[in-house]
């Protein structure tokens, strides 16, 4: 046992001299030496707010399309008050340039009233409100004038109408008078 003791004390190769060698573990397939690969963490995605954040910086940089959209996915986010509220104010106000007047900007109106309707204690649903109402009246005053174009159309045409006419009016007396004049002509011979 001494022996033993000696000869696990000066480690597993003075073993292995005095009771030959053992049986080889098995060894594990050769690999090459590639590093492993590589692999990227998954990075959480940004939170709304450094969201409405990066879409402040882009429309402070000019980038009023990117800042639209990045506005928008917030907008359809899961609801966050003080986010959610002011990125769907900025993505109305957006919305604007890409509307028709004459339509009434319908999808920034929409937007809108989303804001005020889920929002209702909020800074940007007050200036929503304001906004809105304008929007409105604004739209309501261009269907009135397009309503007030289309009968001065009207008047014009009926106008040049009658003006013709009136031409052909003239016309027509000025012959009258010359018949007139003619056959008075010949009643006195």
Known sequence: MLILFALSSGGCSSLKTFLGPGPEPPRAPEQSHKPPPRVTPVL???????QLARA???????????????????????????VTDEALFHQGLLS???????????????????????YPGSVWAIQATTLNSILIEHWQDEVALA???????????????????????????????????????????
């Open 44 to 50: 959480p995605p940004k939170s709304i707010a450094e």
């Open 147 to 189: 309503k007030v174009r289309r009968q001065l159309k009207t008047l014009k045409e009926s106008n040049v109408s009658l003006s013709r006419e009136n031409k052909e009016m003239h016309l027509n007396i000025g012959k009258l008078k010359t018949l007139e004049q003619e056959l008075e002509l010949k009643s006195r011979r």
């Open 56 to 82: 402040r910086e882009l429309l402070q940089g000019g980038k009023d399309d990117a800042a639209r959209e990045l506005f928008q996915k917030i907008g359809v986010e899961k609801s966050l008050p003080g």
């Open 96 to 118: 604007l340039k890409y509307e028709s007047e004459a339509a009434g900007y319908p999808q920034s109106r929409q937007i809108m009233e989303r804001l005020i309707r889920d």
